[in-house]
């Protein structure tokens, strides 16, 4: 049973799955993204995923998505982000959300320049 559109993205969802949001209806996805959106800046993120990785190898700890994302980036020395949705198929929010996940692990960075955000293997002190 169909009936309601996300007014984020626009796709069909069921009356019973859709998600109520200052009177507009969302499918999961977009819901979730405006009550948390990605944040690459987190101090607290960046210090839980040091624990975390502790004495790991940071690489072994990735998705297959992920994965792909540092090897692409890491082949290029760096990005933007129109490349690399590009590059990747990827969706500009779903890269936000790997992105934030990486910055905090601190294997991806950015950085700006010429009024350009570019995408790079993290650099300590950067």
């Given amino acids: 049973m ?9 796709k069909e969802i069921e009356k ?7 009177g507009n209806v969302y499918c999961e996805d ?10 690459a800046c987190d101090p607290w993120a960046v210090y839980s995923a040091k624990t ?3 004495g790991k190898d940071k690489l072994s ?3 297959p998505q ?8 890491e082949g290029k020395k760096e990005a933007t982000v129109e490349e690399i949705v590009a590059a990747l198929d990827l969706p500009e929010n779903e890269f ?3 992105f934030a996940v990486l910055r905090h692990m601190e294997i991806l960075g950015a950085t700006k320049k ?10 300590e002190g950067k």
């Fill in 66 to 73: 992920q994965l792909k994302l540092v090897h692409y980036i």
């Fill in 30 to 39: 977009c819901y979730l993204d405006i009550l948390s959106p990605s944040k």
């Fill in 114 to 123: 010429e009024g350009r955000i570019f995408y790079a293997l993290f650099q």
């Fill in 52 to 54: 975390f990785l502790k």
């Fill in 61 to 63: 700890a990735l998705t």
């Fill in 16 to 22: 019973s799955r859709g998600y109520e949001h200052l």
């Fill in 2 to 10: 169909m009936g309601n559109q996300c007014a984020r993205c626009g």
């Fill in 96 to 98: 936000k959300r790997e």
